[in-house]
């Protein structure tokens, strides 16, 4: 069987990741691979269901009110769902399945987190707004990853019907004309920049640069590369960052912080996928205007 060293585990880390993964996260996660890599044969799969297991165990100490307990078990969760993926990347052992089961598995933590949560704390104190706020976090979250998948299938069926020569050759609404295509690699793995097929490889085919028309996208990006060069995403405040705040912050903080954190960390998120969804609008208005009646509608069949 062969040695992975450090440096393979490092190589298959995301080129971009959010924030809190790359630096509270993945310096953990890796150094946990490399021994998992080594000397088991733990399987992908072995990992996810281990990471929900923690992940039960993690709401039950919320339900009962152990909430450091709760957020250890939750942060141990999230870095073995982390570790899968490394082992799944440095030996290619994924499989369709895992990916489903890793998803599955993402929603029934969170949920059973949240509701956790909101019994524990309601029947502590009796506040009604605990209640509120598991159900408000269960929500979000699923909301966000339905809305994820199905923006990227509009994406697709545009991309689709606009290939072609001549096609896609239009700049991004936000973006402007001029940018340079050395910056491709500093925007890859981004939704915030690569909502817009022109900022992938459509835009070598339709031969265009572009350069930002405002002084608030110059700054943008000039953000944007510098995050890029340390591998964070420039949306900083994604899901990841919201379960980090609902159910580690907040409960080492105190059961004080977990109303407003959880609120504070909601509207970002929930203001977050509001910009995406305008991103998404104006690309389509842009690029789709003559999509067939049937293709928009087959888009979320």
């Avoid at 924030?19 to 996810?48: E, K, M, Q, S």
């Avoid at 939704?191 to 028309?213: F, I, K």
Wanted: proline share 6%; aromatic share 10%; with cysteine.
């Amino acid at each position: 069987m062969r040695t992975y060293s450090l440096d393979d585990v490092y190589e298959t880390r995301k080129r971009r990741d959010s924030w809190w993964t790359v630096y509270f996260v993945d310096p953990v996660a890796c150094r946990v691979a490399l021994p998992v890599a080594n000397h088991t044969r733990i399987t992908p799969n072995g990992l996810t269901v281990l990471s929900l297991v923690l992940g039960v165990v993690s709401a039950a100490c919320f339900a009962s009110n152990q909430l450091i307990a709760g957020a250890g078990f939750f942060y141990l969760s999230f870095m073995i769902d982390c570790v899968d993926g490394k082992i799944a990347r440095l030996k290619g052992t994924g499989t369709p399945f895992g990916l489903w089961l890793d998803y599955v598995g993402d929603r029934i933590r969170v949920v059973l987190c949240a509701a956790g949560l909101a019994y524990g704390q309601y029947a502590l104190t009796g506040d009604v707004r605990y209640v509120v706020l598991g159900a408000a976090v269960a929500v979000l979250d699923l909301f966000r990853y339905v809305n994820a998948p199905q923006m990227k299938r509009v994406r697709e069926a545009v991309r689709e019907e606009r290939e072609g020569p001549g096609g896609l050759d239009d700049p991004d609404p936000l973006m402007g004309p001029g940018r340079l295509p050395a910056d491709d690699h500093l925007l890859e793995e981004d939704p915030l920049l690569a909502a817009d097929p022109l900022l992938g490889p459509e835009r070598e085919r339709a031969g265009r640069v572009s350069r930002p028309r405002s002084l608030f996208f110059r700054l943008f990006r000039r953000l944007n590369r510098f995050l890029a060069r340390h591998r964070v995403r420039s949306h900083l405040v994604s899901g990841i960052e919201f379960h980090a705040a609902v159910f580690v912050i907040a409960p080492l903080a105190g059961a004080w912080a977990l109303i407003p954190l959880a609120a504070l960390s909601g509207l970002l998120l929930l203001a977050n996928e509001v910009f995406l969804v305008y991103r998404m609008w104006l690309f389509t208005r842009r690029h789709g205007a003559g999509s067939p009646q049937e293709s928009r509608e087959h888009v979320l069949v």
